[in-house]
């Protein structure tokens, strides 16, 4: 095996669900504590490498603690037991344009996410023009981003994340906004990296993008980690595993 | 000293959400900056007219400079009053009104209540740049003790931020702070010396005396309110244009300083756990 990108480790994180949710200061004084709750695990133990230079899927149906594993990468939340090591620099998108105001223009926006997610100003103006480029919104760059259409949005987002250029990049399903062309960029976009022996880890529903894109994937279920390896046979399992799944 | 620097590597961060602040304000009005100069304008109107015109509340001239113009002497308490109380409600609910951020990225979070500081210090600063101009039309003499007045501005900032920091934490925990804190400000304001002068409490404190039987007057419990402090040097300097009052003087530099350790920690100690309370 290669080097190791991030190292996950019996990671479990807990919730609390609330029966009653009153963040108010009666209720806490009137049951001397925040609020009834009981504990609900998102992340059960789960444990898995991913090498530098590969792509990387998790997978699993809706709820199954994808986003929560990727917040914990990202240092969102912090797990409550175990541990996450990484090698290099990480950039999380987990919700594009998060970041965006939305009365500033496109230009202004793209230095202020792109200090939000930790480049310089020299960095940003150096990369500038290649951020407006990949976007593909020039035109409209010096109007507020609220005239936006939800596509622009993505784009613009998302070309301010790449060119953070980090070691290993998070990626929540956030490109399924995207038109076909883009999203064709972005697959490129993620080629590229790899060949540049960045680490990529993805959160996706397409079956057929994750196939198409990933070495490796990781399939969760219930906040339980099923099963870890090579991408074909871990989606195959997958499918499978859906009540009326035939072959996709 | 990690999360110092980890802080210090925000500072450009800092910078950006500030300006992001400032210039979404006021996008798309007509008078820009300028709006930030009506609100105390219109308290200035509203208090002049009933303290000074009905109520015949009278400060003491300025000594040396000789002022003695209560609009001018009000706005030399006014406009550090609105300030703090500012920073402290914009700063509370700075995390909570960036919710979207603060779930979906990671950044050291201690930029959201900052960045209010710089937004609202920024139209302070512009305030207080008019003030001073009113000042030297009116006949004051206050360009030496500018640097002093920056210094106590700095000072009443890092009070404020301290205030703010605590306070929005506990706005994530307990949403009722917001109202709690906007009713408290309001009373806050009123037991500060800002639209009557400190002599009148002195007055009234002189006829009770000691309470129950001790040596400790209503001045003294009325003094240990911060506030009363820095417009006290806000006054002196401003104003009067003498030296400001030592002892008044190391009691900002003291509360700043306590409010900020107090908040950092605070707020250090929760920030981990935000983003789930939201
Ligand atoms: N802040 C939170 N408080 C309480 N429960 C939460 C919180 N965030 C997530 N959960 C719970 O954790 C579980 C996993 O959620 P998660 O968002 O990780 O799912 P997911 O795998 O990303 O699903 P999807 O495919 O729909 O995006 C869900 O049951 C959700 O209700
Ligand atoms: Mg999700």
Redesign the interface.
Known sequence: MSEIAVSIEHVSKK?RLYHERN????S?IMRGR?SVHEDFWALKDVGFEVPVGSTFGLIGSNGSGKSTLL?CL?????PETGSITYNGKIA?L??VG??F?P??SGR?NI??NG????M??KEITGKFDEIVDFSGVEQFIDQPVKNYSSGMYVRLGFSVAINVNPDILVVDEVLAVGDTEFQAKCAQKFVDFKNEGRTVILVSHSMESVRDMCDSAAWLRHGELVRVGPADETITAYLESLPGASAA | MRYLKEVLESR??LA??T??EI??QY??TIFGQLWSLVNPLASMLVYTLVFALIIRVQPEAGDPSGLDIFAVWLLCGLLPWTFFSNVVQQGMGSILGNV????????ARIVLPLSKVGSVGYNWLFEMGVLVVVLVICGAFVWPWLPLVVVTMVLLAIFAAGLALMLAVANV????TQY?VSIIMQIWMYLTPIIYPISLVATQSEKYGGLFGTTVSILDLYRINPLERFVAVFRQLLYDNRWPDPQDFLLCVIWALAAFTVGLWIFRRSE??L??AL
């Open positions: 919730f963040q108010s200061i009666k806490a925040t917040k990202a240092k969102i939340y912090y999380a987990l919700e998060s970041g105001h009365e500033l202004e230095f202020l200090s939000i997610l930790g310089s100003k | 450009e961060l950006n959400l300006l992001r210039r979404g996008k798309r979207g951020l603060v779930q979906k990225v990671y950044f925990h307990f949403r009722d709690f981990r756990g983003a789930e």
